[in-house]
């Protein structure tokens, strides 16, 4: 069964936008349950990030808030850069992740969804 992320909202304002985004459902043998991360690129410093996991989302304003603290706003439409791709790559190997789904078009809807009601 998929991790249920909540809807936040009135978010702490975005640390950082990420662009060329995708969302993943891992397993982590270190945490020991499903957890759900944000994979992109942040233009301005000009390098990929894989987020801490998420612990919430917010479809209008198209932001995450991590475990860390951490409140991301997901620019544009998903799709790896390489430098993301890299990063995905070296983190998975690093925390020996099992990716259990790609959640990508699941919060994709969610912000389409929220679009349309704001219409």
Do not use: K, N
Not at 56 to 84: E, H, K, N, Q
């Amino acid at each position: 069964m998929p991790v249920v992320l909540p809807r936040i909202a009135d978010a702490e304002p975005p640390t950082d936008t990420l662009h060329d985004w995708a969302v993943f459902e891992v397993l982590i043998p270190e945490l020991g349950e499903p957890t759900v991360h944000v994979v992109g690129y942040i233009r301005c410093d000009g390098e990929g990030r894989a987020l801490s996991p998420v612990q919430g989302f917010d479809s209008v304003t198209r932001c995450v808030a991590t475990r860390s603290g951490s409140v991301y706003r997901l620019a544009g439409i998903p799709g790896m850069s390489s430098d993301a791709e890299y990063v995905w790559s070296r983190w998975r190997r690093l925390w020996s992740v099992t990716v259990l789904e790609d959640r990508t078009r699941w919060l994709r809807a969610e912000f389409e969804a929220a679009e349309v009601q704001r219409a």
